[in-house]
């Protein structure tokens, strides 16, 4: 069964960076029939997708977000992370990890999700 | 860039059959991923490629998709289907780009 497990700092001052990581168990990050993206929620929201990335280490990301975000992998820890710069208190949310599935015609679905971690931005 | 319109919320009587629609430009030339989150929990996947079941989802819950409208049909509402319900497809037309529709709050009367 594959697990997917956020972990980082829950709170993180105006203008800096946010940083987290994504610990995948049950199965390899470099399997290669996959993206592994990542998802943030803000309280009483709905669901915004932040970018993926593919074992290769080829990223695709929100074009509102794009200038703000690396995703980068680490096959060796079987990891995947996200690093969001300048943040304000508009990035305050629950960010959570997903594996996607690679289909046909493109990416599919989510099939797996972490369980989520709260990120603070605020003084 | 694409838009998936949902309506903010669903009510039913528990046996009923509750239905809950994602609108978008054409969107039945895509496929649909729809997810169940309860409150203070992940998503969950309840369809995926407009119709298919993952293994452990009820029956109950199915989709369609044509035209400009795709939707999810759960039969036979529990109490325990009260919950936000996303649509989400990607967007070929830009860098692969995940759009998620707004989310639909279906309550159980």
């Known amino acids: 069964q594959v697990q997917l497990q956020e972990s980082g700092p829950g709170l993180v001052k105006p203008s800096q960076t946010l940083s987290l990581t994504c610990t995948v168990s049950?199965?390899?990050?470099?399997?290669?029939?996959?993206?592994w993206s990542w998802i943030r929620q803000p309280a009483g929201k709905g669901l915004e997708w932040i970018g993926r990335?593919?074992?290769?280490?080829?990223?695709n990301y929100n074009p509102s977000l794009k200038s703000r975000v690396t995703i980068s992998v680490d096959t060796s820890k079987n990891q995947f992370s996200l690093k969001l710069s300048s943040v304000t208190a508009a990035d305050t949310a629950v960010y959570y990890c997903?594996?996607?599935?690679?289909?046909?015609?493109?990416?599919?679905?989510?099939?797996?999700w972490g369980q989520g971690t709260l990120v603070t931005v605020s003084s | 860039s694409y838009v998936l319109t949902q309506p903010p919320s669903v009510s039913v009587a528990p046996g009923q059959t509750a239905r809950i629609t994602c609108g978008g430009n054409?969107?039945?030339?895509?496929?649909v991923h729809w997810y169940q989150q309860k409150p203070g929990q992940a998503p969950v996947l309840v369809v995926y490629?407009?119709?298919d079941r993952p293994s452990g989802i009820p029956e109950r819950f199915s989709g369609s998709n044509s035209g400009n409208t795709a939707t999810l049909t759960i039969s036979r509402v529990e109490a325990g289907d009260e919950a936000d319900y996303y649509c989400?497809?990607?967007?070929?037309?830009?860098?692969?780009?995940?759009?998620f529709g707004g989310g639909t709050k279906l309550t159980v009367l």
């Open positions: 997903a594996r996607e599935g690679i289909a046909v015609a493109g990416p599919g679905s989510f099939d797996y």
């Open positions: 049950g199965g390899s990050i470099s399997s290669g029939s996959y993206y």
């Open positions: 990335i593919y074992t290769s280490g080829s990223t």
């Open positions: 054409n969107i039945g030339s895509k496929s």
């Open positions: 490629d407009d119709s």
């Open positions: 989400q497809v990607w967007d070929s037309s830009s860098d692969h780009l995940v759009v």
